[in-house]
């Protein structure tokens, strides 16, 4: 069983364990990046009717989502790769990792669209601090819920066995409620800190702070994918 230190520790450097893997996928985020912006330009030329701007931001977002899917899927084979402890990382395979990309995203919309629909109830019933309190219980859970989901997908590619949500409960306290949460929050707050630190130095508008932090964010999805795949591997 691997302790959390252990864990952060190999997760840190498996993305330099094949740098032509994590370029081609920094390299993929930053295009992304470019024609996110090209897509909002086209929109905002959309406003003065330019056929152009229709063109410009239907193609942009089509590219962006397509990327989208391709860095989930593959992201999810480091999850299953991790699972099995090994630590080379995933061949590219465009076509699977978009359709795992699909599955994913439909995974996370159902283990968040149950608390905020039970959130709704509750409030029709409590007050506004209970219903905050319990807000929060839920989203706690079925975030750690929805990250269980995300290694049963990627463990069998099965979108079923992924969306059994009270199994994905289960799994939480097979792995270690504590790992789990002490996990996600060290590195969400370590990318909220290095995100912010970025936009100090080179301003919040500033397209070099875009493609930095989209080198970042891939090397944390890298990092926080390892980390939660040998956190499953102990289940």
């Known amino acids: 069983m691997m302790n959390i230190s252990d864990i952060f520790n190999d997760a840190l450097g498996y993305p330099f364990k094949n740098t032509r893997a994590l370029l081609i996928y920094i390299v993929l985020s930053i295009v992304m990046s470019i024609t996110l912006s090209l897509a909002i330009v086209g929109i905002m030329m959309t406003k003065s009717n330019s056929i152009v701007g229709l063109v410009v931001a239907i193609v942009g977002i089509i590219i962006s989502i397509l990327i989208a899917f391709l860095i989930n899927g593959y992201v999810l084979d480091i999850v299953k790769l991790s699972i099995r402890r090994e630590n080379r990382t995933p061949e590219f395979d465009a076509g699977r990792q978009i359709s795992n990309g699909i599955k994913l995203l439909i995974v996370n919309i159902v283990y968040y669209i149950v608390p905020a629909i039970l959130t709704f109830l509750f409030s029709l019933i409590f007050r506004n601090w209970i219903v905050l309190i319990i807000a929060l219980i839920l989203f706690i859970i079925f975030t750690l819920a929805a990250t269980m989901a995300q290694c049963r997908l990627a ?77 499953y591997s102990d289940a």
């Not at 397209?207 to 990092?223: D, E, G, M, T």
């Open 155 to 231: 463990q069998t590619d099965d979108l079923g066995y992924a969306l059994s949500i009270s199994d994905a409960i289960a799994d939480i306290s097979r792995v270690g409620f504590v790992k789990i949460f002490t996990t996600i929050l060290c590195i969400f707050v370590a990318l909220v800190i290095i995100i912010n630190i970025i936009y100090v130095i080179f301003g919040t508008a500033s397209l070099l702070s875009n493609i930095i932090i989209s080198i970042f964010s891939i090397y944390a999805v890298f990092v926080f994918n390892r980390a939660i795949g040998l956190l």
